[in-house]
């Protein structure tokens, strides 16, 4: 019994001795915990969504169709793989590859590390174990989620269709339009913080009122912003399916379809989890539910709320987006963020941000 | 300190890649591909296709690409801001800002952020 | 520390090589994608030299915006038949080599000389504030005339383009 406990102890004590060790180790934490996360919200995309709807969704494979996800993917996998005659094979190749990695780096700058070693008694996880823990993480975050609308737009170039170039162009477009306003708008927490740290921006939380109270508008801007960056409803006009086929990713089939649908649950994790962290306190919440626990529930909370408002709104239209991301987020956000620093002020001095 | 999150990154990007890899190219020795002329022709919902795919289209759109890339340059640089904003004068954001704003309002009374 | 030192030496490798790849790529968009990839090991070489900010900064207006900027010239202007081949004794590639080697210098000169927090001291993102609004302010004055600049006269070309369009 000892002799488990101590060489459980010495394995951890090599993988947080050795950096690559302990940055493969964190990325293969993060890889299961994104996979859990994905699949929960696939499910909960089926059920909810069937349910708001007055549907059933998935009902045969498994209890309560809870192995239809896993029937989908072998039934992807095991499609046949081809390229299309008029693709770029390389370029066509190796963009859902580079979706998902990119998505999957994101997930770097995300305290889901430090979640998962606060589990163990403090002699295991020396807190040397946690990477997310650096300066400009959030900017990580965002600098690789700003690397989508050029993989759209390769991607819809190599596929070789009409459909295909029509549809990334107008994915691009809708991605390029709303990232101002997502950067401004994650900026007026930062400049609340003054740190570009989430892990900080987290700690100041636990002390402070959560900062969806202390910056609504923010929050509301981000939100929107976020709506469309992941391109959902009301924003899902690159899938609009009466009108453009499948958008950019009409020529991927099969894994390759398999590898575009999972970037975009990563995408939508890895955005949930960044609300989360910005504006509702992350893994803080009441001490006998543990961390890990509240900041995964809080990110599959917020994805719920994302696929309640896919349900409960229509599409709008191309033009329609695009005024709103220019005309009203744009400086909607500037505003608020030139405000920020009075209220960050006001703020400390009624004690609702400790700093 | 960066040098650490950077091979983070890496270790993160390589095993997203690894897996993408492995989704993409298990299959493909697995599968035997039977290709025929209509499997390999781009999608055009069922009609044979017409005419080149690598179409062009409307100019207007670079409008949003360029509004993009300066409008992302003011977004970087108030990032600095965003964290010192208590030790730096202010001015020179505020024009940035409003130069930004005053492009916007322009496009939008000329009517050319419109997607037709 | 070899070992960064190592992926220093091929970030630079893969950089230098993929910028080759821009120039010779016959399809223009395969160029394009070997200047993104150029442009990410830019990014990655900051990393690895401790300036995790402006390897992001890098990523998120190069890779990211200016990539998009170039594709989409790219792809709503590609001409169907290739233009001819520019001699390689031209003035546009005279005021090209000109360019470069006085951009080469420029570089060579900021090397030498410890320029501000800017240049090169890897330090947190809040010291970079004071020496960007202070010392730079001029800069920042400048690049709201250029933006408000490029603003107007990307209208311009995009009118004058149009034209061209609907006359061919």
Request: hydrophobic share 55%; net charge neutral; with cysteine.
């Amino acid at each position: 019994m000892t002799g488990d406990f101590l060489s459980l102890a010495s394995v951890v004590g090599l993988v947080s001795g050795n950096l690559i060790l302990r940055l493969i180790a964190v990325a293969i934490v993060a890889f299961i915990v994104v996979s859990i996360g994905s699949l929960i919200e696939i499910y909960i995309e089926r059920k909810f969504w069937a349910r708001i709807m007055s549907r059933y969704g998935p009902t045969e494979v498994g209890r309560y169709g809870s192995l239809q996800l896993f029937a989908d993917a072998i039934k992807f996998i095991s499609k046949e793989v081809f390229t299309p005659e008029l693709a770029d094979r390389t370029i066509y190749d190796i963009v859902p590859v580079l979706a998902v990695a990119t998505s999957f780096v994101v997930l770097v700058a995300i305290p889901f590390d430090y979640a998962v070693s606060s589990l163990f008694p403090s002699s295991f996880h020396p807190s040397s174990f946690v990477i997310s823990n650096f300066d400009p993480s959030l900017l990580v975050a965002f600098g690789f989620f700003a690397m989508e609308p050029v993989l759209v737009l390769f991607g819809g170039w190599a596929g070789g269709s009409k459909y295909t170039l029509i549809g990334g162009f107008r994915s691009a477009a809708q991605l390029i339009s709303y990232e101002i306003p997502l950067v401004l708008s994650f900026l007026s927490v930062v400049a609340l913080t003054r740190s570009l740290n989430l892990f900080q921006i987290i700690e100041v939380q636990s002390a402070s009122w959560p900062f969806l109270i202390l910056e609504l508008p923010a929050f509301v801007l981000f939100l929107i912003a976020m709506l469309a960056e992941l391109e959902r409803t009301p924003f899902d006009l690159t899938e609009a399916d009466s009108e453009l086929v499948a958008g950019w990713n009409t020529e991927y089939g099969g894994s390759k379809f398999l590898l575009v649908y999972l970037s975009e649950y990563i995408r939508a994790f890895a955005g949930s989890a960044i609300i989360t962290c910005l504006f509702l306190g992350g893994w803080v919440g009441p001490a006998p539910i543990p961390g890990l626990v509240w900041i995964f529930a809080k990110t599959i909370v917020v994805f719920t709320v994302l696929v309640w408002i896919r349900a409960a709104y229509p599409r709008v239209r191309i033009d329609q987006m695009l005024n709103l991301g220019w005309k009203v987020l744009v400086p909607s956000s500037v505003v608020w963020l030139v405000l920020t620093p009075y209220v960050a002020n006001f703020a400390v001095v009624h004690h609702l941000l400790t700093l | 300190m960066g040098l650490e999150q950077g091979l983070g990154i890496i270790v993160f990007f390589a095993l997203g890649a690894i897996v993408g890899y492995a989704a993409e190219f298990i299959p493909r020795l697995l599968i035997k591909s039977k290709k025929t002329a209509e499997k390999m022709m781009p999608f055009e919902s069922g009609e044979d296709p017409v005419g080149t795919s690598r179409v062009r289209f409307r100019i207007q759109y670079y409008i949003f690409a360029v509004a993009f890339v300066t409008f992302d340059v003011v977004a970087a640089i108030a990032i600095p801001w965003a964290v010192g904003w208590n030790l730096i004068v202010w001015t020179p954001l505020l024009v940035l800002f409003g130069s930004m704003l005053l492009v916007i309002g322009y496009y939008a009374a000329k009517g050319e952020l419109e997607w037709l | 520390m070899a070992y960064s030192e190592i992926l220093f030496m091929f970030v630079a490798g893969v950089t230098i090589i993929s910028a080759l790849g821009v120039v010779v790529s016959k399809e223009i968009v395969r160029s394009a994608a070997y200047l993104i990839l150029a442009l990410v090991g830019v990014a990655a070489a900051f990393s690895l030299m401790d300036s995790l900010f402006m390897a992001m900064i890098q990523l998120l207006i190069y890779a990211g915006a200016v990539m998009v900027l170039f594709l989409f010239g790219v792809m709503l202007t590609r001409k169907e038949a290739p233009a001819k081949r520019r001699r390689l004794l031209s003035r546009t590639n005279l005021s090209y080599l000109i360019l470069s080697v006085v951009l080469f210098f420029l570089v060579a000169r900021s090397g030498l000389m410890d320029t501000s927090v800017l240049g090169g001291i890897p330090g947190p993102v809040s010291a970079i504030a004071p020496s960007l609004y202070t010392e730079f302010k001029g800069v920042l004055y400048a690049l709201a005339g250029l933006l408000v600049t490029v603003g107007l006269g990307a209208i311009y070309i995009v009118k004058k383009e149009a034209n061209e369009g609907k006359n061919a």
